[in-house]
Structures are given as structure tokens and as C-alpha cells.
């Protein structure tokens, strides 16, 4: 079988490699004049730069399994040390309590000492460890569930920011069974989910560095998919760069692709383009499909790239100059040094954005060149 693959991100390259498992004949088309999509990752100076994602969840095993039949294994390190992240609750910056994660405590004095909550939003929180079950088997909108388990305020106030800003959209929009399914897990094995983020914690203050649900690649996730892209050429599959693929036709036998100056036939197409690709690429062939998937485009990432020097930067340096670009609108910020990735990230949920600064070591002149991507 013929398959043709439209986008070279991650998506198009894991589904090529898929098709390659499964014995298909692969062509990989890809627009730009590069692999890879949003994943981007700089090696300068010493310094690993990444420019769009720079960690995967180690709690959704695809990436993980990917990783290992690729090799790279070995490769794998979680992000700690000195990240820090700082959300804003009434009125403030408060930092994160230790031992929290993306919306439970593993520890529970920090989290009953915090600022971020107030005293009702503690009290109606802890309603979790009394409540039964509450999911049936059908799947609900994390913020649903979230607030009917531990109240308005976890979900305002932890799980907008943390899980809404990974995503680009609220947490009444994300789907419990695709996005974090492993809350489902916790209610079935737990019942309360303070008690299983408590007893999480407790095993991985025994296995040290198992709390953080962040991995990266010690050379950057762009080494992802340079390995990917050398297995993927070994295993006989096509890689095109160049190749902007601009209609889709249907033959008897499968698929047409109209690209400028060429064309090719597939009898299976994958669309990993995004959505907005899809919807063009789609609009002549499958206007339904087209017209749900644009009605469904409704994160708009605004990506801020601040380059800023890295030494001199006091405490509120650089959440100073975030504040100042994105105004009220910052609701956490992620403040990273670890070596060797040093960088800084803002989520502005309300405004479905996400600003993200790389720190780096540029001299002692500020750049303040703030570059626009949508
Ligand atoms: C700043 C930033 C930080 C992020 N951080 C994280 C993170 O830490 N962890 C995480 O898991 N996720 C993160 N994300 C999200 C993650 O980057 C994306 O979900 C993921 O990279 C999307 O991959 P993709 O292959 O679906 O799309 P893309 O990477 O966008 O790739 C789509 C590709 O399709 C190509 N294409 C489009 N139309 C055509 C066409 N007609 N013909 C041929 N080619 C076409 C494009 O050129 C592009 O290369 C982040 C995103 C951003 C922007």
C-alpha cells in the first residue's frame, strides 16, 4: 500500500513511522524546508535552545514508546532542579507549593499553606476525600470533573494555568479520556484524587526524580526527530522537503496530491498538517470535514520569543519584562535555569496565548527583540 503523509511535524513523522512498521510504501511530504514543524531546538555556545516544545509528559506512554524503539532511551532526563513556577491568584505572583502537580498536592502542608487558594477554595478541595466515585464510563471535560470532585478554585486557579496553558484552551474544552487520563485511573483505583496524588507522591519521594511528569532529550527534542528522520530513510521511506501540497483530488484508485510542480497518487492519505491545513486541503473533497475541523481551530498561539541576557537577571527581571509585554493577562510563568535549557515561559489562558522567552547567555546587551509567530 501506497501512503502518502502531508506535514513533517511530529505527527506526520510518528504516523510515517507507523506505516512504515505496518509495511506500507511512505511518502512524507513537507512544506518548508525542514522537518520537524513546531519542534525546533538550537545548539549554540553550548546551549540547547529550543524553540517550540521542550519536554513531553511522561505520564501519555506514546512519546516514551516511541522514544525507546527508536533507541534514544538512554537520551531521556526529566526537567528539575531549579524550574520554578509562579502562578497569578488574587492580585499576585505566588510560587507554586512544592510538591505540586499539574493540578494535586503530593505533599500536604505546602498545599494548605498556600497563597494561591483561599480558605474556602482549601475547604471546598478537601470535600475530595469524602466524595464517592463520580465518572461513569462516558468521558467528560476535565474542568467538569475537576470541579465537581475539588471545586471551582483547583480549576480556576491550578488547572486553567497549568493543564489549560499546555493545550491552548480551557479546561471545560479538553477532553478527561484524551488529555489526562490518568485522573480516571486515579478515581477508579483511589476514589479520592488528593489520596492518590498524596500516595503518588509518597512513592516518588522513595524513587527520586519520578515526581516530575517532564522529560526531555538530553540534545534537545530535535534529536527526536533527526533519529526518526534517519529511521524512517533506512527503512525505505520517502522524505520530501519542499513539498507544499496544495489540492487533494479523488481518483478510483485512492487519492491525487497536486503539489506546484508535480503530482502523485496514494491509496491512503494522512493529513498532519494541523488544522488549518486540513481544512484547506480538505474544503474541495470533504467541505463537511473541512467546515467541522475550522470551526474547531479555536487556539490562536501568540509565541513571544524574547531574547534577553541571561546574567544580571534578578528575581523579577524577566516576570517584569513578561508582565510588561503581555499585561494583566499572565496568569503563570515557568521559570527554568537548568542547565542545559534555560528558558522562560508565561501561559495567558485567557487569552488562549502562550508567550514563551529563551534565556540565553548573549553578552551584557539586553535584546529585546520580540519575535511574533501566530
Ligand atoms: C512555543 C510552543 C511550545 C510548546 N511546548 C510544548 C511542550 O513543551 N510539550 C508538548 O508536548 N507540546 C508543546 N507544544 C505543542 C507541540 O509543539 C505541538 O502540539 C506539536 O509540535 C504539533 O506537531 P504537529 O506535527 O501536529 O504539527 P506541526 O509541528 O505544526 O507540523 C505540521 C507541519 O505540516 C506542514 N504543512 C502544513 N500544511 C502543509 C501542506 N499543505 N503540505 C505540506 N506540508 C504542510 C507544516 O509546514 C509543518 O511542518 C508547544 C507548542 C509551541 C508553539
Redesign the pocket.
Known amino acids: 500500500m501506497r501512503l502518502a503523509v502531508?506535514?513533517?511535524?511530529?505527527?506526520?513523522l510518528a504516523a510515517a513511522w507507523e506505516g512504515v512498521q505496518q509495511g506500507a510504501d511512505v511518502v512524507l511530504?513537507?512544506?518548508?524546508d525542514r522537518l520537524?514543524?513546531?519542534?525546533l531546538t538550537e545548539r549554540a555556545g553550548g546551549r540547547i535552545v529550543e524553540?517550540?516544545?521542550?519536554?513531553?509528559?511522561a505520564y501519555r506512554p506514546a512519546g516514551l514508546a516511541l522514544i525507546r524503539e527508536l533507541g534514544l532511551e538512554d537520551q531521556i532526563i526529566a526537567t528539575h532542579g531549579t524550574r520554578k513556577v509562579q502562578l497569578r491568584s488574587r492580585g499576585r505572583m505566588h510560587p507554586l507549593p512544592d510538591g505540586m502537580g499539574m493540578v494535586l498536592p503530593t505533599k500536604m502542608w505546602p498545599f494548605i499553606r498556600t497563597g494561591i487558594l483561599s480558605p474556602w477554595d482549601k475547604v471546598r478541595a478537601g470535600l475530595d476525600l469524602v466524595l464517592p466515585r463520580l465518572l461513569g464510563s462516558e468521558d467528560v471535560a476535565i474542568g467538569d470533573f475537576l470541579g465537581r470532585r475539588l471545586g471551582k478554585g483547583i480549576v480556576r486557579k491550578f488547572a486553567d494555568p497549568m493543564i489549560g496553558g499546555?493545550y491552548g484552551a480551557t479546561v471545560e474544552e479538553l477532553s478527561l479520556d484524551a488529555v489526562l487520563p490518568s485522573l480516571r485511573v486515579s478515581e477508579r483505583d483511589h476514589r479520592s484524587l488528593m489520596l492518590a496524588s498524596l500516595a503518588q507522591g509518597r512513592s516518588a519521594r522513595v524513587t527520586p526524580g519520578a515526581g516530575s511528569p517532564f522529560r526531555t532529550l538530553r540534545e534537545g527534542l530535535g534529536s527526536l526527530v533527526e533519529r526518526l528522520s534517519e529511521a524512517l530513510v533506512a527503512q525505505g521511506a520517502e522524505l520530501r522537503t519542499g513539498?507544499?501540497?496544495?489540492r487533494l483530488e479523488r481518483v478510483t484508485a485512492g487519492t491525487r496530491l497536486l503539489l506546484a510542480d508535480d503530482e502523485l497518487e496514494a491509496d491512503a492519505v494522512v493529513l498532519?498538517?494541523?488544522p488549518a491545513?486540513a481544512a484547506?486541503?480538505l474544503g474541495e473533497t470533504e467541505p463537511e470535514a473541512a467546515a467541522a475541523l475550522a470551526a474547531d481551530i479555536s487556539s490562536r498561539?501568540l509565541?513571544l520569543d524574547v531574547l534577553i541576557n541571561n546574567a544580571g537577571l534578578g528575581a523579577g527581571g524577566p516576570l517584569n519584562l513578561v508582565q510588561e509585554a503581555a499585561g494583566q493577562g499572565v496568569r503563570a510563568v515557568l521559570n527554568e535555569t537548568d542547565k542545559p535549557v534555560a528558558k522562560h515561559h508565561c501561559r495567558i489562558p485567557s487569552q488562549r496565548c502562550?508567550l514563551?522567552n529563551s534565556l540565553l547567555p548573549l553578552g551584557s546587551r539586553v535584546r529585546p527583540s520580540f519575535l511574533l509567530r501566530l
Open positions: 502531508i506535514g513533517g511535524g511530529i505527527a506526520g511530504l513537507e512544506a518548508s520537524g514543524g513546531k519542534i524553540h517550540g516544545p521542550d519536554s513531553f509528559v499546555i513539498a507544499d501540497v496544495r498532519a498538517t494541523g491545513g484547506r486541503l498561539g509565541v502562550c514563551h
